[in-house]
């Protein structure tokens, strides 16, 4: 559904980075698909651990989802990586 690449950096705080392909649809899809996966990093924003680098990129099954769903699927990939608890 999405796929998360993660590097430590020697910063502070956390970096993200998005990218979604024009293979997911039209500029309205992918800039709202953009902008849901923002939404539900910074609400997950703060139970990460800072110092990393993330990219998140967005797959075809995404587009469409309600919030509550990508939070829920963003932080179950979190939580796999090892960067989350919840």
């Known amino acids: 559904m999405m796929l998360v690449s993660i590097a430590p950096n020697l ?7 998005f990218v979604v392909s ?9 800039n709202r698909t953009r902008r849901v996966l923002r939404e539900a990093i910074r609400a997950l924003h703060p139970q990460l ?8 990129v967005g797959r075809t099954p995404i587009v469409g989802q309600p919030y509550t769903d990508v939070v829920r699927i963003v932080s179950e990939v979190f939580r796999k990586a090892g960067l989350s608890e919840r």
Do not use: E
């Open 11 to 17: 910063l502070g705080h956390n970096r993200y980075g």
């Open 22 to 30: 024009k293979k997911l649809g039209n500029a309205v899809v992918r």
């Open 49 to 56: 651990p800072a110092g990393h680098d993330i990219v998140i």
